[in-house]
């Protein structure tokens, strides 16, 4: 069974910057990509970027771009979001996601694990 822990969360001050992890465990076949969704108050959940196997490749959403970074360590199996620059629209639960589709792929019905999600607040 895959579980995917979501940490780093919390409240800052627009401007400011957080780095999320997402820690994965039980077995996965063959690669997969990881991705992070947002579910702001009141919003639809939405992709915000998504990494491949290899690290290589990855995926924004034109919202964050130039602000958040997404990384993936294999060896630890953990997924990171570096958010700089935050903005007060950036406020949401963020979840970590993993599937097999390719890392351009923002649609979440395509993901077939998530997590629990962890809250990020950025105050004006």
């Known amino acids: 069974q895959v579980q995917l822990v979501e940490s780093g969360g919390g409240l800052v001050q627009a401007g400011g910057s957080l780095r999320l992890s997402c820690a994965k465990s039980g077995r996965t076949a063959g690669t997969y990509t990881m991705a992070w969704f947002r579910q702001g108050p009141g919003k639809d959940r939405e992709f915000v970027g998504a990494?491949?196997?290899?690290?290589?490749?990855?995926n924004y959403a034109d919202s964050v771009k130039g602000r958040f970074t997404i990384s993936r360590d294999n060896a630890r199996n953990t997924l990171y979001l570096q958010m700089n620059s935050l903005k007060p629209d950036d406020t949401a639960v963020y979840y970590c996601a993993v599937g097999v589709a390719s890392a351009g792929t923002m649609d979440p019905t395509r993901y077939a694990y998530w997590g629990q999600g962890t809250q990020v607040t950025v105050s004006s």
């Open positions: 990494i491949n196997w290899s690290g290589f490749i990855t």
